[in-house]
């Protein structure tokens, strides 16, 4: 079966620290990736896709950025945390349009 | 403009009482439509999955109609339970140029004893 991985669960960061959020795929191969943060009480945005290794998609201009270094791995980085980006990411993947699975979330807060 | 939006934005409810959710879409062209359930601070779950051939999906207590041509859907509750307390959240896949998934932005649902 598959199933997804992200973490941490919870991260306090300073503002001006660097910003590394990881998640993993297990169960399926060359699944189509995505990051996605919800602000609190709002919808979830879609920050980032990737259809596969090294292919990086942005949905909106921000001070975050993506990586794809193997077929099952996504990472969320930033260099300089802003207190605008806190809040709720969430890792997803699909293998088709008619479905996604979502990772258990990390909760950001920049102080 | 692809739009996905959601109604009431919350409800409080009664446990062991009926609900419904309502989702408007301007998505074109249609692919999907599925709802998930998101717990505080968990990630969305899926409840269900409807392609533009289908007008209704069940999935236990949870009943899912689409209607592609007013391009509404609604998602019916049948005796709620403490634990139905969560955000319902429609999104829509589709659209021009490629594919595009749009997230309503969820109605929150309280249920109360």
């Known amino acids: 079966s598959q199933t997804i991985h992200q973490w941490p669960a919870t991260l306090v960061q300073p503002v001006g620290s660097p910003l590394s959020l990881e998640c993993t795929v297990e169960g399926t191969s060359n699944p189509n990736l995505y990051w996605y943060r919800q602000a609190a009480g709002r919808g979830l945005q879609l920050l980032f896709y990737?259809?596969?290794?090294?292919?990086i998609s942005s949905e909106v201009p921000q001070n975050l950025s993506a990586s794809r270094p193997q077929d099952r791995q996504f990472i969320l980085s930033s260099k300089k945390l802003l207190l605008s980006d806190s809040g709720f990411y969430l890792c997803a993947w699909s293998t088709r349009l008619t479905e996604a699975f979502f990772g258990q979330g990390t909760r950001l807060t920049v102080v | 403009k692809n739009q996905v939006e959601q109604s009431p934005q919350s409800l409080i409810i009664l446990e062991g009482k009926n609900c419904t959710l309502q989702?408007?879409?301007?998505?074109?062209?249609?692919?999907?439509l599925r709802w998930y359930k998101q717990d505080t601070g968990r990630g969305p779950v899926s409840l269900t999955i409807?392609?533009?051939?289908?007008n209704t999906k069940s999935n236990g207590r949870y009943t899912a109609t689409l209607d592609a041509d007013t391009k509404q859907s609604s998602l019916h509750i049948t005796a709620s339970q403490l634990s139905d307390s969560a955000s319902y959240i429609c999104v829509v896949s589709g659209g021009t140029g490629g594919f595009k998934t749009i997230f309503g932005a969820g109605t929150r649902l309280f249920v109360k004893a």
């Open positions: 990737s259809v596969g290794i090294g292919q």
């Open positions: 409807m392609t533009f051939s289908e």
């Open positions: 989702c408007n879409y301007t998505v074109s062209p249609f692919s999907n």
